[in-house]
């Protein structure tokens, strides 16, 4: 039987198989752990999740409906709470019950369930990382916007205010400030912020590297269309070209401001130099192909010159995530 100080647990036992539920009963609780499905005989049930602060229904349920097969089948934690809203007498069907139903039945139906389970816990986990991406992104949208328009200076760091931070998100995004404490302390822990108090005991938000904190926010929304960050994929030799490159064009920057570097083609192969032949066409195509590299011709006298292009933000940009991709793809969810 259900255990009381948990769930509410039933009224009284019908049967072996029936079980009667008062209105206001927990039937399971979100994250425990058992083993049962039931089948509703009359009354109604309410599934709700908790999101950060607030609760949400996910669905009524009514009388022939099932509700907590995910658990009885994959034998996973539950992913909802269940709570009576109508007095409810329910069928209970526990695991062995199903195992021995299901052992007479044929071998392929078994396999057939097995497989509806696997993609609808994978349906439910990978909603739960998404809204997870929402709401680091959301948060750090948020802080960065601040940062530009509300900055303030603490250790030489850009910071916004902690209490700031929170009501801001709150108004734009509607998240409460417990999940923003959420979000934060997940990218403290990615050494991305610091909190730190002042003389006034105010607590402030430091961000360690904006470009940092706006390429892992790009990284998560790419990541929920199942896409990639320019130089994901790259190989060694070619974020060794873009580290050159980069090279020339802060020599190149230095002397006229601009962001768009253009260099020769006997500067690209100087650049080249030191891979074998077989990585220098693969990291130059690399660059190439995703279009960080643009080729250009022109002619002096009877020559034609071949003119390489690049903006030097995005080599920046391709470079820093080659050193922060292991962070990134760190513990996602929080």
């Known amino acids: 039987m259900q255990n009381s100080k948990k769930?509410?647990?039933a009224k009284g036992v019908l049967n072996r198989?029936?079980?009667?539920?008062?209105?206001?009963?927990?039937?399971f609780i979100e994250g425990e752990r058992s083993r049962e499905m039931f089948?509703?005989?009359?009354?109604?049930?309410?599934v709700i999740r908790q999101e950060g602060e607030h609760v949400i229904e996910?669905?009524?349920?009514g009388a022939g409906s099932l509700l907590g097969e995910l658990s009885l089948l994959d034998d996973k934690p539950r992913s909802a709470t269940a709570q009576v809203t109508e007095d409810t007498m329910a069928m209970v069907i526990d695991h062995k019950t199903f195992e021995s139903t299901v052992s007479a039945a044929p071998k392929w139906l078994e396999c057939v369930l097995k497989v509806i389970v696997t993609r609808l816990r994978s349906?439910?986990?990978?909603?739960?990382?998404?809204?997870?991406?929402?709401?680091?992104?959301?948060?750090i949208r948020v802080l960065l916007i601040l940062s530009q328009t509300e900055p303030v200076v603490i250790d030489n760091t850009t910071s916004v205010p902690l209490s700031r931070l929170k009501d801001t998100v709150n108004s734009v995004m509607g998240i409460g400030g417990l999940e923003v404490e959420k979000v934060l302390h997940h990218l403290i822990v990615k050494q991305m912020v610091v909190i730190r108090k002042n003389k006034a005991n105010r607590e402030f938000v430091l961000i360690k590297d904006p470009a940092v904190l706006s390429l892992y926010m790009n990284f998560l929304r790419v990541r929920q269309d199942e896409g990639r960050l320019m130089g994901e994929s790259f190989s060694d030799g070619a974020f060794e070209l873009v580290s050159k490159l980069l090279s020339i064009g802060l020599e190149y920057t230095g002397k006229n401001g601009s962001k768009t570097v253009e260099i020769t083609g006997?500067?690209?192969e100087m650049s080249l130099q030191g891979q074998n032949e077989s990585t220098q066409n693969t990291s130059f195509r690399e660059l190439l192909d995703s279009k960080l590299i643009r080729v250009g011709k022109k002619k002096a006298g009877d020559r034609t010159i071949h003119l390489y292009n690049y903006n030097l933000s995005l080599l920046k940009n391709v470079y820093l995530l080659k050193n922060w991709l292991p962070v990134f793809r760190e513990n996602l969810c929080i």
Do not use: W
Not at 39 to 44: A, D, E, L
Not at 58 to 61: F, G, K, Q, R, V
């Open 7 to 9: 769930t509410g647990a």
């Open 17 to 27: 198989d029936e079980r009667f539920y008062k209105r206001g009963t927990l039937i």
């Open 39 to 46: 089948v509703i005989r009359s009354g109604k049930v309410r």
């Open 58 to 61: 996910l669905a009524t349920l």
């Open 123 to 139: 349906a439910l986990e990978k909603k739960d990382q998404e809204r997870a991406f929402d709401s680091i992104s959301g948060v």
């Open 266 to 268: 006997k500067e690209m």
